[in-house]
């Protein structure tokens, strides 16, 4: 008997495959009246007396793998509701031996359809579980599902109180019975309580005000990982993704501030340089931006990136006030620096090299033209040659090569 390893924490996304492996039951008529591939190769390896539910869930759990199949990359977590769904069958129709056939992978069933890309490795992710860890999942399941609809409800705002008290009271009620056996929480089932309690503590400033709600218990010794868990969730949304408005505010308030800075600085800064530091600040927001909607990396590194950048940004204006050094220099300087210390990628690079070639060139034929009207003070012409030879020389910079 085949047994296979589950991750509780994996519990909190089987709503999402839930609904897909409902959709198909939901639909399930059209399976009999249909020329879909799938469907004529369940009805022709349906035999009696097992026939009508067989066609049934062979159609469902292809249609189910199929669909899967084409959403690249490889998931196996629609895998393991799939093998909760038919364990937890199992459990309540003991008597249905289809159950069992397909979680100890009876060869003589051929109940998949070999023609479903990657349908070898999803039935290799079938087996039977332990009546105790199915016992396991539905708690968590359950604890989810009342998570789910607390927190829909609660975001959507049209739900009297009374009646997301009562999704609170089922919570707390399901949670403080699983967590009894938790003295020694330092195992995945217990962890994966742990983090729901986590995240419906968020929600105290409301759960208090419900009558008959139970106090969530607390179990000696978790503080620490409660810790470690809101530092995971940090800025994240409370069902535990990122919220894009929230995203999108940080953003703002952290543009606002450069905008002021900016203007503190216009009155100090020439329009080039202005332009030159615009670049350098808004495209790295830009792109850590990007990074954040699509990797998840969290809020405080970007304010840790902005506030690097503004700090650099403070030191290269003050040396340029006490130290007097050129502009174009300063700038110049700071972008090798700045290389040479691999904070700053090919691309960023390249525009800001761009954009500094741009108004050194002009600069150039600027200085070219007074260089020929024959500046009287060597002083002002010691100068102008001095630039030329710095636009001169970043016109033809070249990137230095990396070495890891």
Not at 23 to 39: A, R, Y
Not at 276 to 299: G, N, R, W
């Amino acid at each position: 008997m085949a047994m296979i390893l589950t991750k509780y924490d994996h519990v909190k996304t089987f709503p999402t495959y839930a609904s897909k492996f409902k959709e198909l039951d939901i639909f399930s008529d059209i399976k009999f009246v249909t020329n879909d591939p799938i469907v004529k190769t369940c009805k022709e390896k349906a035999k009696q007396p097992e026939g009508f539910f067989f066609i049934d869930l062979c159609t469902r759990l292809n249609k189910y793998f199929d669909y899967f199949s084409t959403l690249k990359p490889l998931d196996s977590k629609h895998c393991e509701y799939i093998n909760f769904w038919l364990n937890d069958k199992l459990k309540s129709y003991n008597e249905l031996n289809l159950y069992r056939r397909i979680l100890n992978h009876d060869i003589s069933l051929d109940i998949f359809d070999t023609r479903i890309e990657d349908i070898l490795k999803y039935k290799s992710k079938l087996g039977v579980l332990s009546n105790d860890v199915v016992e396991k999942i539905n708690i968590l399941n359950k604890l989810n599902e009342q998570y789910l609809f607390f927190l829909t409800k609660k975001e959507i705002g049209r739900t009297v109180d009374s009646e997301l008290c009562e999704h609170a009271k089922k919570f707390a009620e399901i949670y403080n019975k699983a967590i009894d056996e938790c003295s020694n929480y330092n195992n995945k089932y217990c962890k994966a309580l742990i983090e729901f309690k986590v995240k419906y503590d968020k929600h105290n400033g409301f759960t208090r005000t419900c009558p008959n709600v139970q106090d969530l218990t607390i179990i000696p010794g978790t503080r620490n990982y409660e810790l470690e868990i809101l530092r995971r969730y940090a800025s994240l949304h409370g069902d535990g993704t990122y919220s894009v408005t929230d995203v999108l505010k940080t953003l703002g308030k952290i543009l606002g501030g450069a905008v002021v800075l900016f203007l503190i600085m216009k009155t100090f800064l020439s329009m080039k340089i202005m332009i030159i530091i615009l670049v350098m600040v808004v495209i790295p927001i830009m792109k850590t931006m990007i990074v954040i909607v699509v990797m998840e990396i969290m809020i405080v590194i970007l304010i840790m990136i902005i506030t690097m950048i503004i700090v650099i940004m403070m030191i290269i204006t003050i040396m340029m006030k006490i130290m007097g050094i050129r502009y174009t220099m300063s700038i110049h300087i700071t972008m090798i620096a700045i290389n040479q210390c691999h904070i700053m990628d090919d691309i960023t690079f390249s525009i800001i090299l761009h954009v500094m070639m741009n108004i050194c060139t002009t600069e150039i034929k600027q200085y070219s033209e007074l260089v020929n009207n024959v500046i009287k003070s060597n002083y002002n012409y010691i100068k102008v040659e001095k630039k030329i030879y710095i636009c001169t020389k970043l016109v033809s910079y070249k990137k230095p090569p990396t070495y890891s």
